[in-house]
């Protein structure tokens, strides 16, 4: 019988990757079939659930079964709910004058674990083990859409998760959204450009600014960071900048309209 | 607001007010199209692979080949009304278009086609009540969806907030 298993072993395994090959690509094995989004989405997947912030609640759905996805949660976060933004197991949910912060120990079920309320502004969030980043943006177009009159970079400490506080607010001009790539911070500071902080020194909670990129007069809104390429939204299209020195974005494609 | 209220002479109580606007029957459909249209009004962005994705704003998704990262190419657009936000798992497109959430496959993407729907499963759209405080045109859920509001004056408006 133990014969007949290992005679059938290799038919068995050609079977399973031939069953896998069907329907996903090589670069969806390595990322599980997901991508990255940027830090202004409502929208992301982590492993088996797609979580989606509307105006006021979390919505969880299953996508185990690609196609056909079932809410399982719907929570009331809160008001004027913007983000979502997840590393490891939490969620960070920035919100027009808050940032939550959920744990998905149970995928199904997001669960509370703290908030810190700020200014009313806009605002995504990035994080990583330390530190959360948010910006926060008054609107320039419409006063009443994110009210206040603040826009900076707020740099929480989330050393103990359970407790964010504020240690550093550093003055932007009109912030949008936000990347990290390992220990560099991207900000995209609307028409004043891609800024680039240095966050390698994870005792002093202050980034250290390096510099400013802009292309063409454009304003940037959001950007992703990843495997040595930045991605920028703009006003009017999108820029490709290779950072394999991430604190000197090369610009190399574009399309802008 | 009480000086933009009259009385006609039925006696019908006439107030500016806002009405909503509903989503047309051939919005709420997932197509391609060609020629590529360009990207105007751009919006969020997605990165998976070679390919990067960027939303136009209420109209779709453009699907970028970005294997040549000096030489960005258009591949396809695809038509979603409503649209905002995406997230892609396997050849799968999840997709808002107003406040459904749409997947759409694309695993051709010159081919992409919904493959399944959930109707107004958020309120990505804060539609169900109009931008301002008042009167308002009771929305009718049997119309559609509403995706906007219009500003207009009401006979005998039964709706207020």
Request: charged share 20%; proline share 5%.
């Amino acid at each position: 019988m133990k014969r007949y298993f290992y005679l059938l072993l290799p038919v068995l395994m050609a079977v399973l990757m031939l069953g896998c090959s069907k329907d996903q690509s090589p670069d969806s094995f390595n990322t599980g079939g997901t991508g990255t989004g940027g830090s202004l989405a409502r929208f992301i997947i982590v492993n088996n659930y797609l979580y989606v912030v509307d105006d006021q609640n979390l919505i969880s759905y299953d996508i185990t079964s690609f196609r056909n996805p079932k809410e399982v949660s719907n929570i009331p976060i809160g008001f004027n709910i913007e983000t979502i933004y997840n590393l490891d197991d939490k969620l960070f949910i920035g919100s027009q004058n808050a940032m939550y912060i959920y744990s998905i120990t149970d995928p199904a079920r997001p669960a509370y674990e703290a908030s810190a309320t700020h200014l009313r502004a806009c605002d995504p969030v990035v994080a990583n083990e330390n530190y959360a980043y948010v910006t926060v943006r008054s609107s320039l177009t419409n006063a009443s859409a994110c009210g206040g009159n603040v826009n900076a970079l707020l740099v929480y400490n989330i050393a103990d998760i359970q407790y964010p506080t504020l240690v550093n607010t550093l003055e932007m001009a009109n912030p949008h959204g936000l990347s990290l790539y390992g220990n560099t911070l991207y900000v995209c500071d609307g028409a004043q450009g891609l800024k680039i902080f240095d966050i390698s020194d994870t005792y002093n909670s202050e980034p250290q600014y390096l510099k400013a990129v802009e292309t063409s007069d454009n304003i940037y809104f959001d950007c992703i960071a990843k495997d040595g390429y930045l991605y920028t939204m703009m006003e009017n299209g999108f820029v490709i900048y290779d950072i394999s020195n991430p604190h000197e974005p090369r610009e190399l494609g574009k399309i802008l309209h | 607001m009480l000086l933009a209220m009259s009385c006609n002479n039925k006696g019908d109580k006439e107030i500016m007010g806002w009405a909503p606007v509903y989503a047309a029957a051939e919005d709420i459909t997932v197509q391609n199209e060609s020629p590529l249209p360009p990207i105007e009004n751009a919006g969020k962005i997605y990165i998976r692979g070679d390919y990067f994705y960027q939303v136009e704003n209420g109209k779709g998704i453009h699907v970028i080949d970005v294997s040549n990262k000096e030489q960005p190419v258009q591949q396809a657009f695809i038509r979603v009304a409503g649209a905002q936000e995406l997230s892609i798992r396997g050849n799968n497109l999840y997709v808002n278009s107003f406040n459904d959430l749409v997947v759409i496959d694309i695993s051709d993407v010159q081919n992409s086609r919904e493959v399944h729907r959930m109707k107004n499963t958020f309120h990505m759209f804060n539609s169900m009540t109009p931008p301002q405080s008042g009167y308002f045109e009771c929305v009718d859920e049997s119309r559609g969806t509403v995706v906007s509001w219009q500003q207009k004056m009401l006979v005998n408006p039964k709706c207020r907030y």
